[in-house]
């Protein structure tokens, strides 16, 4: 399968310090083997969407048409408050 970056989350990887977005290439290259690599759990609050760890940031993903589509990229004390998880869906 192929990841595919939704336009917020690939404008957040690029302001990321070198060495984070490399851990994150590395860990999106991890997610298309098959079954996917990775420290992977469902998304609480939204059925179907997924939450990849990577360090202190979080991948928010689903399954899309056979693809990985990651919705987007934020720390972790962002990614679960709940004014994210109504936004993102």
Do not use: C, W
């Not at 690029?14 to 992977?40: C, M, S, V, W, Y």
């Amino acid at each position: 399968m192929k990841v595919l970056l939704h336009r917020a989350a690939n404008k957040y990887l690029e302001r990321l310090q070198p060495d984070d977005r490399n851990r994150f290439n590395a860990a999106f290259a991890g997610l298309e083997k098959e079954p996917p690599e990775g420290d992977i759990k469902a998304y609480e609050g939204n059925p179907g969407t997924l939450r990849l760890r990577v360090g202190g940031y979080r991948a928010i993903f689903k399954f899309v048409d056979g693809s990985i589509l990651v919705t987007h990229i934020e720390p972790r004390g962002q990614a679960y408050s709940k004014k994210t998880r109504n936004k993102r869906g």
